[in-house]
């Protein structure tokens, strides 16, 4: 067979479980590795400034692993459908593959390439490489999306376990002549000021370090992750978030990693299946499968009730909020580790969310962008789901309404301190029993740990007492019904 074939990476940036890649191999003709960037196409959406600081790391681990069984990466700029067809122009390519994404705008303009490519003659096709399962093939009995995780996941669990991961290839076939490519830095993706020093220190993006991070999870923190998941001053989560949304790691990798390690340690199938880790992996499977069913999710409110809830617009709140000067401690330590780590504890995110949207009722999309841009694994679906179950307006969003205390909840999921004391040095010498809250330490302890609010610290934004009143009225206006509050 005469020919060659396009593999058109997007966010599957690896060589193993990638059944796009796969199937261009198949045909048997030279395969050319492309990524095109144009994220003009992506709007509102496009990369954050934190996302493209790993995407360059990720492309330059995927150039060198393809270098490494004698092929290489192709880079172009987009617009996607011009570049594809200059490429099939230049190189004599008679078919493209590639594997799935699911947000709003991009299948929206996969969809229109895979028809022009297809009119033009060309052999097109795409895969599943990022999901267990299509959003589309999951039902409830009335075959309609579920809107609720518990039902979706024990029916996905119903159903057959996900092949076995494909394995990398030892060696692609490359084309007898190369076709022009720009150099990763002319995409300019990382950025020209100084900020990505906590990045490189806390990462290593590429698919072999989505591979360690795994393994060193399973071998290490998995037999305490139901009790350690909450504490943000442990290690004590896999950290695969941003693995897992570049693809340098597929779920079923994941799946069939802790099916191999539980075999190993004689767990019971039944027990890793009902592991909390693992419904973990079904979150993200729900956030995808509700932004497919509902891709007006990102910017509106999946309960319409919420449409005309009336936030309040208040720049210095959302300043103090985004630079963690808030004067509650955890909320603080958290938005201080995003800053500089690209990575916040999902637990803290969910605190410092509900601080956003409860205690300074602030709308929950302006905290859905910061996030966006300073997010490593900035995900749509799941940035979505997540700051639409914080403020009540997504889907399973029961009990409706909480109002997490950042006081206790610092106590509760921090109780030594050490997360704050490494994020707000400021506080380190204050003792346990005021880490948490300097606000009501007594004038000598603030002075004795060299704390002086309002000066090296903050005072509370707001009282959280008075706020949580405030909040409960708002949200009770469109309720109409009682709110469920944890302290």
């Known amino acids: 067979m005469n020919g060659l074939s396009i593999h058109w990476f997007r966010s599957d940036f690896r060589l193993a479980d990638n059944p796009a890649l796969r199937a261009a191999m198949e045909r048997g003709v030279p395969v050319l590795p492309l990524f095109i960037w144009s994220p003009e196409e992506e709007l509102p959406w496009s990369p954050g400034g934190a996302s493209q600081w790993w995407l360059h790391q990720s492309l330059r681990a995927l150039d060198s692993r393809l270098r490494e069984i004698g092929s290489r990466l ?101 084309p007898s002549k190369w076709p022009r490519s720009l150099a990763l830095d002319e995409l300019e993706l990382e950025s020209k000021l100084n900020w990505t020093d906590g990045l490189r220190a806390a990462w290593q993006p590429g698919e072999a370090g989505a591979v360690a991070s795994l393994h060193n999870f399973l071998s290490e923190a998995f037999v305490e992750y139901t009790d350690q998941r909450n504490r943000p001053d442990v290690n004590g989560t896999s950290r695969l978030s941003p693995h897992l949304h570049f693809g340098e790691i597929s779920p079923r990798q994941v799946w069939h990693g802790l099916r191999q390690m539980a075999s190993k340690r004689g767990l019971p199938v039944e027990r890793w299946r009902a592991s909390q880790f693992l419904t973990e992996i079904g979150w993200r499977e729900f956030a995808h499968h509700l932004l497919f069913h509902f891709p007006h999710t990102p910017t509106e409110p999946l309960r319409a009730d919420f ?52 205690d300074l009722l602030l709308d929950w999309q302006e905290g859905a962008r910061f996030f966006w841009d300073t997010l490593v694994d900035a995900d749509l679906a799941q940035n979505t789901l997540g700051w639409q179950w914080t403020a009540g307006c997504g889907a399973d969003a029961a009990p409706y309404f909480r109002v997490f205390n950042p006081t206790n909840q610092g106590e509760k999921c921090d109780p030594h301190g050490n997360y704050v004391r490494k994020w707000c040095p400021e506080l380190a010498n204050l003792p346990d029993k005021w880490l948490h809250r300097p606000h009501a330490a007594p004038t000598e302890i603030l002075a004795a740990a060299g704390v002086e609010l309002g000066n090296n610290y903050p005072h509370p934004v707001v009282s959280h007492a008075i706020a949580r009143e405030v909040a409960l009225e708002a949200f009770a206006r469109i309720k109409g019904s009682a709110m469920s509050v944890q302290p």
């Not at 617009?79 to 078919?95: F, H, I, M, N, Q």
């Not at 409830?140 to 669990?157: A, D």
């Not at 800053?339 to 969310?353: D, E, K, L, P, Q």
């Open 307 to 358: 449409k005309h809830f009336r936030w309040r617009k208040d720049s210095a709140w959302f300043r103090v909020w985004r630079k963690g000067r808030t004067g509650y401690p955890i909320v603080d330590a958290g938005m201080r580790e995003l800053w500089t780590t690209g990575w916040m504890h999902n637990r803290v995110r969910m605190i410092v969310a509900s601080f956003l949207v409860k």
């Open 74 to 174: 192709i880079i172009l700029r987009g617009p996607t459908l011009e570049s594809l067809r200059a490429l099939v122009k230049e190189t004599g390519a008679d078919a493209v593959f590639w594997n799935r994404r699911y947000e709003p705008a991009v299948m929206a303009r996969d969809a229109k390439v895979k028809e022009a490519l297809r009119s033009d003659g060309l052999a097109v096709e795409s895969f599943n490489a990022a999901l267990l399962h299509e959003p589309w093939t999951i039902q409830n009995r009335s075959k309609k999306p579920f809107q609720v995780f518990t039902p979706f996941w024990k029916h996905c669990l119903e159903k057959s376990d996900p092949a076995e991961p494909l394995l990398a290839p030892k060696n692609i076939p490359s």
